[in-house]
């Protein structure tokens, strides 16, 4: 056997002769191979870990014509909209107004091409589309197809939430299936998507999925998951459609000028004489962490939808101690101004130590003048000696710095509680009309600015000329915050810079109290 093998005239040796040539002939065969294996695994891979629901809704946003279908209104206390067919649009939010002083109340999806639309996909029958119309009784809706199923529509809105009921009666003779499927189709708000988490919103496996507008414009995304809710998500309002049914799709994507949410659930069965019902939420509201808590049974996850950034921990329970200031004294100008006491009373300790060390520098400076004489041509002995002295007097030279400190993750909860606030929009403070704008006349960043200079003028040690003085140099670089602090507040949220106000007022009162308890 060895010897045929290595023998010239064999037909094993003329195989592989026959394979070398034809690898010379075709250097790519054996990519082209890989590549062939990968789409084959990819395909498979995609057909048995794919969920159930692969048909998802065709595409209509443009091209459905509704003139046929009467339009109907559903109203509660907090809201009412219009009904067309399977869609509902224009959804008036009763208490809340489009500007302070104005009788217009903000309108959701009241553009043209803007809706919402919850509707089924029928597998061995047929069900009611777009164009269909329906037979109404107040706020129930029957129609019936040729097959002889029968499907009745209940509308039931409560308070920002509208509860769709639709139950499936199937007399026609064989059974049949429907997947429920919901979506939103609206335009962008670009205006409002600067510091809060502003475009489509889906709630994916327990886990929240923000895709802002600037990232919808670029592609589109999809996410499988058990059971959850697509929507839109604005500065302060939110629309959210949530299937009650297992294994679904999510997608969102920009449709031409509009921009689309849509979800499709796994197909429920319904034998013959028998009847399902599926069940849809949505919620057209504020993004007020009250409302979303209280729905949460119904829409599990809305909730957590609101962004709060990195201090939630911090910004949650401000915005709910300032709501609460808010109901006893109906002003949330003053509401905030309390608030911001109750948060420097609550650092009085740590504020303290800081301005006790602060006047341990300032009685520093004649000895730290005569070790910068006495060590001025020795830089090593001179920083050696310094430190010395601080560790005597337990103090350093950034103790000053410790207050600014401590109010930074403050500052940035704050920040995210007003922006994301609906409470805190058209609220009035004296001149100011709006506490979660910028102030139009510029006064309040300025009044900041010259109480920062001044709290900053009472607390810093005297200054020296010796360029190796650390405190001294710590000292330069802080006079420019200040006016660092001005430019940059004079375009923030009103509230945020009448907190920044009152703190640095306040801490300037608290200063002259230490002062006078250690003098």
Same mark, same amino acid.
């Given at each position: ?10 037909? #094993? ?14 250097? #790519? ?33 443009? @091209? ?31 208490? #809340? ?12 999806l009241g553009a043209d091409g803007n809706f919402i639309e919850v509707g089924l996909l029928a597998t061995n029958t047929t069900a009611p589309v777009a164009t269909t119309v329906w037979k109404q009784n107040e706020n129930t809706y029957k129609w019936r197809n040729s097959d002889d199923v029968e499907f009745v529509r209940t509308i039931s809105p409560d308070g ?144 957590? @939808? ?12 401000? /915005? ?19 608030? @911001? ?8 300790? /740590? ?53 600014? /400190? ?22 009035h403070f004296l001149w100011i009309s709006d506490l979660s704008a910028m102030d139009p006349y510029f006064i309040l960043p300025i009044l900041m600015g010259a109480t920062m200079y001044l709290q900053q003028r009472l607390q810093s040690p005297k200054s020296t000329n010796n360029a190796n003085d650390v405190a001294a140099q710590t000292q330069r670089m802080m ?5 660092? #602090? ?34």
């Amino acid at each position: 056997m060895v010897q045929y093998m290595d023998n010239k005239n064999s037909g #094993f040796n003329m195989w592989n002769a026959n394979k070398a040539a034809t690898q010379k002939k075709s250097p #790519f065969s054996g990519f082209l191979w890989w590549t062939l294996v990968f789409i084959a695994a990819w395909w498979l891979v995609g057909v048995f870990m794919s969920p159930q629901q692969t048909v998802q809704p065709a595409d209509t946003t443009t @091209t459905v014509d509704l003139s046929g279908v009467p339009v109907s209104n559903i109203s509660s206390d907090k809201i009412s909209a219009s009904v067309q067919g399977l869609r509902i649009s224009d959804v008036n939010l009763s208490d #809340f107004s489009v500007a302070p002083d104005t009788d217009e109340n903000v309108v959701l999806l009241g553009a043209d091409g803007n809706f919402i639309e919850v509707g089924l996909l029928a597998t061995n029958t047929t069900a009611p589309v777009a164009t269909t119309v329906w037979k109404q009784n107040e706020n129930t809706y029957k129609w019936r197809n040729s097959d002889d199923v029968e499907f009745v529509r209940t509308i039931s809105p409560d308070g920002y939430t509208i509860t769709i009921t639709d139950t499936i009666t199937n007399k026609s003779g064989r059974d049949v299936a429907f997947a429920p499927y919901a979506r939103i189709v609206r335009d962008n708000d670009m205006k409002s998507a600067s510091g809060v988490a502003n475009g489509a919103v889906a709630y994916v496996n327990s886990d929240v999925e923000d895709v802002a507008w600037q990232k919808l414009d670029k592609k589109s995304y999809a996410y499988s998951t058990t059971n959850g809710f697509a929507g839109f998500a604005d500065q302060y309002w939110e629309t959210i459609v949530s299937i009650d049914a297992p294994d679904q799709t999510i997608r969102v994507k920009k449709s031409g000028d509009k921009y689309t949410t849509d979800s499709a659930a796994g197909a429920v069965s319904v034998a013959n004489g028998a009847t399902a019902t599926i069940t849809t939420n949505v919620f057209t509201g504020p993004r007020d962490q009250s409302v979303l808590d209280a729905i949460e049974s119904k829409i599990p996850g809305i909730a957590e @939808t609101i962004d709060y950034g990195w201090f939630w921990f911090l910004a949650r329970p401000m /915005l709910w101690v300032l709501n609460g200031i808010h109901h006893v004294v109906m002003n949330y100008g003053v509401a905030i101004i309390i608030m @911001t006491i109750l948060l420097r009373l609550l650092m009085w300790p /740590l504020t303290r130590k800081s301005y006790v060390s602060m006047a341990a520098m300032q009685k520093m400076q004649p000895e730290m003048q005569r070790i910068q004489k006495l060590y001025a041509n020795d830089k090593m002995r001179l920083q050696m000696e310094m430190m010395k002295l601080y560790q005597t007097h337990k103090t350093s030279p950034m103790s000053g710095c410790l207050p600014m /400190l401590i109010q930074i993750p403050i500052f940035f909860a704050l920040y995210k509680a007003l922006l994301v606030s609906v409470q805190m929009r058209n609220a009035h403070f004296l001149w100011i009309s709006d506490l979660s704008a910028m102030d139009p006349y510029f006064i309040l960043p300025i009044l900041m600015g010259a109480t920062m200079y001044l709290q900053q003028r009472l607390q810093s040690p005297k200054s020296t000329n010796n360029a190796n003085d650390v405190a001294a140099q710590t000292q330069r670089m802080m006079r420019w915050m200040p006016i660092l #602090f001005t430019i940059m507040f004079a375009w923030m949220p009103a509230g945020l810079v009448l907190y920044w106000t009152v703190s640095n007022i306040f801490g300037i009162i608290q200063m002259q109290i230490i002062k006078k308890q250690n003098m």
